[in-house]
């Protein structure tokens, strides 16, 4: 497979943008988009909140895992994984296989207002703690995605072959750095493979 044939996955934190720039970045490539988040609750039939309500957190993490194993053999796509997806080693593994890794970051209380702004949040993002988010004082939502982050941003990093800030950073942007540095790998990866790189000046 071409380099550029690989698909691009998209991790990080609730908030950071990997659904919206999902979408945009397949448009762009012309390629399909799949998010987790969406194909776990149309198997399902309910939001995440419901599932997560109703069954707990562990029924959705199942979900989510049966969910990334669908897309394991897919080629040329774009995906959006959940914020937790790589928690689960396992699926960190499959992620690391079937792709190009692309993490998105941002300031946690520009991640706390993201959410508080966008409607999906309601049915998509539970509460992490027993309070629900709505009832979280933004200082307390910041405490609790700071708390969260300290623990799971060594995972993000050591899957990452790019790592993009999205604190200041307007979609359109995000997505030219993406095309831009995914062009770019590629080319150094098919010089590599067929040893045309070597041959400094
Ligand atoms: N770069 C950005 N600048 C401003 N708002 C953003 C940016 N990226 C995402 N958002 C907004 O933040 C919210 C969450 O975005 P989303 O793509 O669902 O993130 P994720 O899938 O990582 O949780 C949405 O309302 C979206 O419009
Ligand atoms: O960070 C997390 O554990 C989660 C992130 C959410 O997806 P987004 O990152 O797309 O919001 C969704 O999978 C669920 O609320 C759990
Ligand atoms: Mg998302």
Redesign the pocket.
Same mark, same amino acid.
């Given at each position: 497979m071409l380099p550029n044939d690989r698909n691009i996955i %998209?991790i $990080?934190?609730? *908030? !950071? $943008?990997? !659904?919206?720039? $999902?979408?945009e970045l397949a448009r762009r490539l012309n390629r399909p988009f799949h #998010?987790t988040?969406v194909l776990v609750e149309a198997r399902e039939g309910r939001s995440i909140r419901d599932m997560v309500d109703q069954e707990g957190w562990a029924f959705f993490r199942e979900r989510e895992k049966a969910a990334l194993r669908s897309l394991e053999t897919i080629h040329r796509c774009v995906v959006?994984t *959940? $914020?937790g997806a790589v928690l689960d080693p396992e699926n960190a593994g499959v992620l690391k296989a079937m792709g190009w890794i692309v993490l %998105?970051t941002?300031e946690e209380g =520009?991640l706390v207002r993201?959410?508080r702004? #966008?409607?999906?949040?309601h049915g998509?993002?539970p509460s992490f703690s027993a309070k629900d988010t709505a009832e979280l004082s933004e200082q307390d939502a910041i405490r609790e995605t700071t708390e969260i982050l300290t623990q799971r941003m060594p995972i993000y990093r050591r899957l990452a072959d790019l790592v993009i800030d !999205?604190?200041s950073?307007? %979609?359109e942007? =995000?997505v030219e750095e993406i095309l831009c540095r995914f062009s770019l790998n590629g080319s150094k990866e098919a010089a590599a493979s067929d040893g045309s790189g070597s041959r400094g000046g």
């Open positions: %998209l $990080g934190y609730r *908030g !950071t $943008g990997k !659904t919206s720039v $999902g979408r #998010d988040d959006a *959940g $914020g %998105l941002a =520009i993201r959410m702004n #966008d409607p999906a949040s998509q993002r !999205t604190s950073a307007t %979609l942007e =995000i």
